[in-house]
């Protein structure tokens, strides 16, 4: 996906938008998903838990954050190392 800087908004394209069903708004929905999955990566391990309490499934949930944020920090530090 091009990134396009603009002076001005005017320079910017009026229509943005893209009609449902349209092949431009499943391009650009797989583009970004496609953006997402390379930039953040988040991985959620299999299955289905059971939590006795709230807290312990937040805590669970704050876990599997920690996680996936410290394996983005890891990627970054070996991008910036290569």
């Known amino acids: 996906m091009p990134v396009r800087k603009f002076r001005d908004v005017s320079e910017m394209e009026e229509n943005t938008w893209r ?7 499943f391009r650009a ?3 970004l998903w496609e953006f997402s999955d ?8 299999p299955g289905v838990y059971k939590h006795r ?9 704050q876990r599997w954050e920690e996680a996936n944020f410290k394996a983005h920090r890891d990627r970054l530090e070996r991008d910036r190392k290569s």
Do not use: K, W
Request: no cysteine.
């Open 29 to 31: 929905i797989r583009e």
């Open 38 to 45: 390379r930039i953040l990566r988040p991985r959620f391990p």
């Open 19 to 25: 009609e449902p069903g349209t092949p431009e708004l």
């Open 53 to 61: 309490t709230l807290e312990e499934a937040e805590d669970q949930r």
